[in-house]
């Protein structure tokens, strides 16, 4: 019987360990060489895009994007009641949507933002649509 509470003890310590390693990678790349660009949550290349958001962030071929949805509601669990949330949800061209991506007014203000307005976040999905917009991919707002 002990020997079992020994193993199952040692599964919890290795998930810990690989938990603070993967916190480690995303706090530096997050506070890396430009701290700016830790709240830039599109990152464009030649042929991709990576929407950087958790700790396994998407990636998508530019070719395979069909258009981008982008939506508002108002978010919960905030400190107000007012406060809003985008979300963005790429649909490829085989029909196929990928998961819904939330944001909020720290695209706009490029820092961290606890409580964000409707007017800031129909700013921040302008911008979004925008650096989507100039690589010719449809964007749509519902």
């Known amino acids: ?9 040692y599964i919890f310590i290795v998930i810990g360990i690989v938990c603070l390693i993967l916190s480690g990678y995303k706090l530096m790349h997050f506070f890396g060489s430009n701290a700016k660009e830790g709240y830039n949550i ?33 978010a919960r669990g905030r400190i107000s009641t007012s406060s809003y949330i985008g979300y ?6 085989n029909g196929h949507s990928g998961r819904l991506i939330s944001f909020d007014g720290s695209v706009y203000y ?33």
């Open 1 to 9: 019987m002990m020997a079992g509470m020994g193993s199952i003890m």
């Open 88 to 93: 963005l949800q790429v649909i490829k061209t």
């Open 42 to 74: 599109l990152h464009f290349t030649k042929d991709s895009v990576t929407i950087n958001t958790g700790f396994f962030p998407p990636t998508y071929k530019l070719k395979d994007i069909a258009e981008v949805r982008f939506s508002k509601g108002r």
């Open 110 to 142: 490029r820092f961290v933002v606890i409580i964000t307005n409707e007017r800031i976040i129909d700013l921040s999905t302008e911008i979004l649509m925008n650096e989507f917009r100039q690589r010719g991919i449809l964007c749509i707002k519902e």
